[in-house]
């Protein structure tokens, strides 16, 4: 007798707030910080390759600027502009950075409950703890349909071995990489993909099941969002199937936009320094991307909800140009069940999210 098919796994995350995968989440220390951040629900790793990605630091840079005055000096920088790849870290490098921060808090705990403290006093920090159990990681990679699978195999199996829930993110939206066009914006890619996850799904019974997603670029218009959901409608032919994708995240950044390092009176002159290196241009994220990220939200919110069988179940992450909390709630109202933050992680570091959590609260808009 066949065994009945696994249900999809569900992304839930609570408080609806993350980072996205982004340079300011490379570092182990990184991912400290952001896992102890109390006012987010999970992390997000900077997306990886199984055998890492080649960095040079003369071509993979980022910086942030005024998009008014495309200034870069100045205290008004809402946007950021960047010639990044992956992260020069390797997939098993972030799985090991995982464990350590798993292995942290289960010795935090036995250090808990060593301590000779009163009922009161205990509860604030037992209840910390108690919270960043819940607090997983959306482990993002990329790489050949292959890699994406061998990927999900290391996860899964990294996932019996930490007391935080694991979720892993495909990135199939990076602007930059040349020669190599986001996936996502071929049906045939995605489903390549999608069934080299299907079948690694289908070999190992005994594999845990992850919430599995898509990273997403910004779509500009209708034939784009059809190719996707398409793609994942046919990424699983049966009648009354589920798509095996538990959540899609969107939007990456918006490639081929260019920033100058120099201002007006240089620009007279005929002296033309770009921002980034080359030709100068990059991916570009932060409030010029925000309403294209809320449409692309909005749409993708719709267009899963009006295949409610197969798609109805995936969640939507809204990241792009969320730098208070009056983003995270226009996020929320298109559509978005958890919001990411980038470019305000890279202005303003952790400390973001305490502030967008201070404002939610006294709106009560969570």
């Avoid at 010639?83 to 098993?92: A, E, K």
């Avoid at 034939?223 to 994708?245: H, I, M, Y």
Wanted: aromatic share 6%.
């Amino acid at each position: 007798m066949a065994k009945p098919k696994a249900s999809v796994p569900i992304l839930d995350i609570y408080p609806p707030l993350i980072n996205s995968a982004n340079p300011w989440a490379t570092t182990l220390d990184d991912l400290r910080r952001l896992h102890a951040c109390p006012h987010t629900g999970a992390v997000t790793t900077r997306t990886s390759l199984i055998n890492g990605f080649a960095h040079d630091d003369s071509k993979h840079y980022y910086v942030f600027f005024d998009p008014a005055s495309h200034k870069l000096e100045t205290d008004e920088k809402t946007a950021s502009l960047n010639s990044l790849g992956y992260s020069p870290l390797d997939l098993q490098t972030y799985l090991s950075f995982v464990k350590t921060i798993s292995d942290e808090l289960l010795e935090h705990e036995k250090q808990l409950q060593g301590k000779s403290v009163g009922e009161e006093e205990g509860k604030p920090e037992q209840q910390q703890l108690s919270d960043r159990w819940r607090k997983g990681f959306i482990v993002s990679v990329t790489g050949t349909p292959d890699e994406a699978a061998q990927s999900y195999k290391l996860i899964s199996k990294v996932s019996r071995e930490v007391v935080l829930p694991l979720a892993m993110e495909v990135n199939l939206s990076c602007p930059n990489i040349p020669d190599k066009p986001p996936p996502a914006y071929s049906k045939e890619a995605v489903i390549d993909y999608l069934g080299a996850l299907k079948a690694v799904l289908s070999e190992d019974d005994d594999l845990p099941r992850i919430p599995i997603g898509l990273k997403t670029p910004p779509y500009t218009y209708a034939t784009q969002f059809e190719t996707l959901v398409s793609a994942l409608e046919a990424s699983d032919p049966g009648e009354n199937e589920q798509c095996l994708v538990s959540f899609l995240t969107a939007t990456n950044t918006l490639g081929s936009c260019l920033a100058f390092h120099t201002d007006e009176s240089a620009l007279d002159l005929g002296i033309s320094i770009f921002a980034l290196p080359g030709h100068g241009l990059g991916g570009m994220a932060g409030a010029p991307l925000h309403p294209l990220a809320l449409g692309n939200v909005a749409t993708l919110r719709r267009m899963t909800q009006e295949r409610m069988e197969k798609l109805g179940h995936i969640r939507i992450i809204g990241i792009g140009g969320v730098l208070d909390a009056g983003g995270y709630q226009r996020m929320k109202a298109v559509g978005a069940s958890v919001v990411g933050v980038g470019t305000g992680l890279g202005l303003k570091g952790v400390g973001i999210f305490e502030e967008m959590a201070r404002d939610l609260d006294y709106k009560r808009a969570w």
